[in-house]
Nanobody
Framework: VQLVESGGGLVQAGGSLRLSCAAS????????MGWYRQAPGKQRELVAA????????NYADSVKGRFTISRDNAKNTMYLQMNSLKPEDTAVYYC?????????WGQGTQVTVSS
């Protein structure tokens, strides 16, 4: 499975962005997907995750109430709606998907929030 992120950019604090992650290949084998982020000098961390059917989601405490993860299986695309952005949300955001015996990462998209 190949993953391509899009939608990153520069936004002022309090603004919004929507990230997209388009999957291709053996998408039928995806069990779950998620968004991770990595800020300079920090470890990569989970932001949000969603199951294959979209029935279950979980979020990092730092983004609860501000970010919403969703997926459109008909389009093989996952989204991350980010509202009320803060400067500390600045990072490279990565899409991740996994199946029963594999994990795939996207190339990442930069999100920069100015104060």
């Amino acid at each position: 499975v190949q993953l391509v992120e899009s939608g990153g950019g520069l936004v002022q604090a309090g603004g919004s962005l929507r990230l997209s992650c388009a999957a291709s290949g053996s998408t039928f084998s995806i069990n779950a997907m998620g968004w991770y982020r990595q800020a300079p000098g920090k470890q990569r961390e989970l932001v949000a995750a969603i199951t294959s059917g979209g029935g279950s989601t979980n979020y990092a405490d730092s983004v609860k109430g501000r970010f919403t993860i969703s997926r459109d299986n008909a389009k093989n695309t996952m989204y991350l709606q980010m509202n009320s952005l803060k400067p500390e949300d600045t990072a490279v955001y990565y899409c991740r998907a996994y199946g029963s015996s594999w994990i795939s990462w996207g190339q990442g998209t930069q999100v920069t929030v100015s104060s």
